[in-house]
């Protein structure tokens, strides 16, 4: 989702668009105003399919919002923060916080393919309410048509594999009646790589017989197993990290630059006997004010290094990631800035502590896989 931009806001949540949404408004609004129309309400003029093909389309993106905007308000009325929605061409994603109970991730979770089958029966019933009081066959055809996509997309959704609504779903039962949120995590994780294959093979056995189709079906079963895969990964980590403090995970202590220093001193001076790649830099002060990565360093042109400030090259405090000591790590990880990445300042009040890499993440979990083995 690093391709997207930011558009406005939606109930208060940041609404970001992805590249590929022009290529879902443009296939939908082909198969519509090219394919189903023509067959649906024919001898219609070739503008008439084309608007109504691309008026579909964006009804279509309009239903999207809705199906993730239902996640984000069950999500902030059950006090999970929610940094943004973000659609794109396999339908839309709302980043959020982990549900701390297993009740509101199933609301959560069921709110967005509920909302979609509520929108699927009210197209569907204002299309067969226009066509018998209006007899406006093409607008009754394009309601009709956005009825029964939402009744899909509900239904593929309440299907029980992650990263699906219905595997979140299954998760939350799963944890309601076991306790063990990791176990379910996982458990849903297989169950969605499972269904990618699945819908790998039914998509490839397609196009072999001649339904160039099954390659959406490919596409998103693709999706689901890299997904998949990759929450699966996360649950492995989060077993890892599950009671481990901040203090317990820093490297400490750490080589500090001043900020006040020239980019050629902070290189000749710090940069060069630094055990990290990445360099906190402290105020006059002594107090912590940001983060170098030594990449930054290497960017800043020759002649500019004598007297640009290597505050002026940092990533401020600002948008740093910090902790106190005593933080769970599990907890810290959720709240990483993206403009950071997997760096963590560890402070006690304004003294530097100590700082967290994804070397130190590395460390403990190959420690968790030693314990494990062991006690196997």
């Not at 089958?117 to 956005?146: C, H, S």
């Not at 959704?157 to 379910?184: E, H, K, Y």
């Not at 890499?357 to 196997?376: K, P, Y």
Request: glycine residues 10%.
């Amino acid at each position: 989702m690093n391709s997207s931009v930011r558009i406005g806001r939606v109930l208060g949540v940041p609404l970001r668009i992805h590249w590929t949404v022009p290529l879902l408004v443009v296939f939908f609004g082909y198969s519509l105003g090219g394919q189903t129309l023509p067959a649906w309400v024919p001898e219609q003029s070739n503008a008439t399919y084309t608007v109504a093909g691309l008026a579909g389309a964006l009804l279509l993106l309009g239903s999207l919002l809705a199906h993730e905007a239902a996640h984000a308000i069950t999500a902030g009325k059950k006090g999970i923060p929610v940094e943004n929605i973000t659609l794109w061409a396999l339908g839309g994603m709302t980043a959020m916080g982990k549900p701390r109970a297993a009740g509101a991730a199933f609301l959560v979770a069921v709110s967005g393919p509920l909302t979609s089958l509520v929108v699927g029966a009210a197209a569907f019933g204002a299309g067969l309410g226009l066509n018998a009081l209006t007899g406006w066959a093409v607008p009754a055809a394009v309601m009709v048509w956005l009825g029964w996509v939402n009744f899909v997309l509900g239904v593929f959704n309440l299907l029980p594999a992650a990263p699906l609504d219905g595997g979140r779903v299954v998760q939350a039962l799963m944890w309601w009646r076991t306790g063990d949120r990791d176990r379910a995590e996982r458990a849903a994780a297989r169950s969605g790589q499972v269904f990618g294959f699945l819908l790998i093979a039914a998509g490839w056995i397609s196009v072999l017989r001649g339904a160039f189709g099954g390659l959406w079906l490919m596409i998103i079963g693709f999706f689901i197993m890299i997904v998949a895969n990759a929450e699966r990964r996360h649950a492995g980590v989060a077993a890892a990290l599950h009671g481990v403090r901040a203090a317990d995970a820093m490297s400490s202590p750490v080589e500090t630059c001043p900020d006040w220093l020239t980019v050629e001193r902070c290189i000749d001076e710090v940069a060069m006997r630094a055990r990290h790649s990445t360099l906190p830099l402290i105020d006059f002060e002594g107090r912590p004010s940001g983060m170098v990565h030594l990449p930054q360093l290497a960017k800043t042109p020759a002649p500019q290094r004598e007297t640009l400030r290597v505050r002026d090259v940092a990533t401020p405090l600002t948008q740093c990631t910090t902790c106190a000591p005593d933080d769970f790590l599990e907890d810290v990880l959720e709240k990483v800035h993206q403009s950071s990445g997997m760096r963590i300042l560890v402070t006690d009040g304004q003294h530097l502590m100590g700082i967290i890499t994804a070397r130190d993440i590395s460390r403990l979990f190959q420690r968790h896989a030693l314990r494990v083995t062991e006690d196997r």
